[in-house]
Nanobody, 118 residues
Framework: QVQLVESGGGLVQPGGSLGLSCTASKSIASIYAMQWYRQAPGKQREWVAGVMSGGDTDYAQSVKGRFTISRDNARNTVNLQMNSLKPDDTALYFC????????????WGQGTRVTVSS
């Protein structure tokens, strides 16, 4: 099992930047994928970005070029740097650890809220 705790959410103006962090309760070095999801009010949870154990990254089209995901295995942390934020980025952001060989395969944090508004 792994516990995940997100931090860094808050209120930011459109065009601004915000960094989110997710700290895991154990080493993330061997975790298959660390990911960020988000859920806007009244909408389903959607995938935002992911980083594989080998370092490969991928992004949802809506955030590509604006968000950067990174993992720090030494600190058991995954970060999401968000730039050029838009009101549509307003959501509750969740950290996810995907471990396909375990049961359950997914672990989630409690979420951190990001509000983009003037």
């Amino acid at each position: 099992q792994v516990q995940l705790v997100e931090s860094g959410g808050g209120l930011v103006q459109p065009g601004g930047s915000l960094g989110l962090s997710c700290t895991a309760s154990k080493s993330i070095a061997s975790i298959y994928a660390m990911q960020w999801y988000r859920q806007a009010p009244g909408k389903q949870r959607e995938w935002v970005a992911g980083v594989m154990s080998g370092g490969d990254t991928d992004y949802a089209q809506s955030v590509k070029g604006r968000f950067t995901i990174s993992r720090d295995n030494a600190r058991n942390t995954v970060n999401l740097q968000m730039n050029s934020l838009k009101p549509d980025d307003t959501a509750l952001y969740f950290c996810n650890a995907h471990i396909p060989w375990e049961n359950p395969t997914d672990y989630w944090g409690q979420g951190t809220r990001v509000t983009v508004s003037s």
